[in-house]
């Protein structure tokens, strides 16, 4: 005969339980660490004059002067602006077959990408004669120069770091957030131990760890985006350090202006008080204390069930032990 016990064995269910409740302890505490990121204010320093048919490329500031390259196909040139007007000082138009990208200056020279064409082109800074170029595989879009390597983006998540003599590949860098992998990483800008990149497609720049590839921060740009973006190209596009100021010359192809921002002092929204660190972690795992509670409801219910059914088998097994009354024909056999 099957032989069950009625005692609810609560002894593993309560180890199963406070081992799911720790592990969510555990699991739900990093997760908060990971959206921890810092974030800058944008400042609006002043806003000048940009040429609305330059489809913007790269941007690039070198002593009190800003070069920009434009691209599209029969229009691209390499040109030297007015940083505080926006005019147009000296330009050279490049061959329809060139649809230019990112630059930037290596001593007295500035290095300008190609799109698809796989060529580096080397202007020299006083002329803007072409003095040499450099081949190279895959598609070229932004371009940075930190003194040591040029940093190369490819339109993915991808930064290539290249020797800025002969062009050749060193290392690559992987661009990730708390999310995975950051892509279509677009025009670059080396300030440090960061590269500054545009998002293409969207109002963001994020500052990039050189070392680790992590994002470090987000600046949101949309507030000088809004009243640019007319067309499905017109993003923004071009990030010029200008030391000077410690501020950045900020515009997009074919917008009407360009603006010099500065980014505020880092916060970390995410930083909370310790006294609503208890109702973070509760508000994360509430679904596994429901859960227990619903356990541990059950698990009485069976215990209650157990012991109901264990005094009626008491009270069945006493009643059938007890001797049978005697019937009225035993009393008068008896009697008489």
């Known amino acids: 005969m099957e032989q069950r016990s009625y005692v609810p064995r609560s002894g593993p269910a309560r180890v199963a339980f406070f081992a799911v409740l720790l592990t969510a302890l555990v699991c739900s ?33 070198h002593n009190g002067s800003l070069y920009e390259s434009t ?8 040109r030297e602006v007015d940083p505080t007007t926006g005019e147009v000082v000296r330009q050279v138009d490049l061959d329809e077959s060139i649809f230019a990208e990112g630059i ?6 500035i290095v300008m990408l190609t799109w698809k064409e ?11 004669d072409v003095v040499s170029n450099h081949t190279y595989s895959g598609e070229g879009w932004g371009l940075c120069y930190d003194g040591t390597h040029l940093v190369m983006s490819n339109g ?31 025009e670059l800008e080396c300030v440090g131990d960061r590269v500054y990149a545009n998002v293409w497609g969207s109002d963001s720049i994020i500052a990039i760890d050189k070392a680790t590839g992590e994002v470090s921060l987000t600046i949101d740009a949309s507030i000088l985006a809004e009243n640019e973006s007319d067309g499905y190209n017109d993003v923004m596009n071009g990030i010029a350090y200008v030391p000077e100021q410690n501020a950045f010359l900020i515009t997009g192809k074919n917008w009407t202006s360009m603006h010099l921002v500065a980014f505020g002092a880092t916060q970390a929204p995410q930083q909370e008080s310790s ?11 509430w679904p596994v204390l429901l859960i227990a509670v619903m356990v541990v409801f ?26 049978p009354l005697p019937s009225e024909g035993e009393q008068g056999a008896g009697d008489g």
């Open 275 to 285: 006294e609503s660190i208890p109702l973070s972690i509760l508000k994360s795992i």
């Open 104 to 109: 930037t200056v290596v001593g007295e020279t």
């Open 71 to 78: 691209g599209l196909y029969g229009n691209s040139s390499l």
């Open 29 to 61: 505490h990093p997760a908060a660490a990971q959206d921890q990121s810092e974030t800058v204010d944008l400042i609006l320093i002043s806003s000048h004059q940009h040429d609305s048919q330059a489809f913007t490329q790269g941007l690039e500031m």
């Open 298 to 323: 059950l698990s009485s219910m069976r215990l209650l069930s157990a012991i109901m059914q264990f005094l009626m088998m008491l009270l069945f097994k006493r009643q059938a032990e007890q001797p």
């Open 118 to 128: 796989g060529l580096a082109l080397v202007f020299d800074i006083e002329s803007l």
């Open 156 to 186: 993915t998540s991808e930064l290539a770091f290249r020797d800025p003599d002969d062009f050749s590949l060193v290392s690559t860098l992987q661009v990730t957030d708390q999310l995975g992998e950051v892509g279509l990483l677009n």
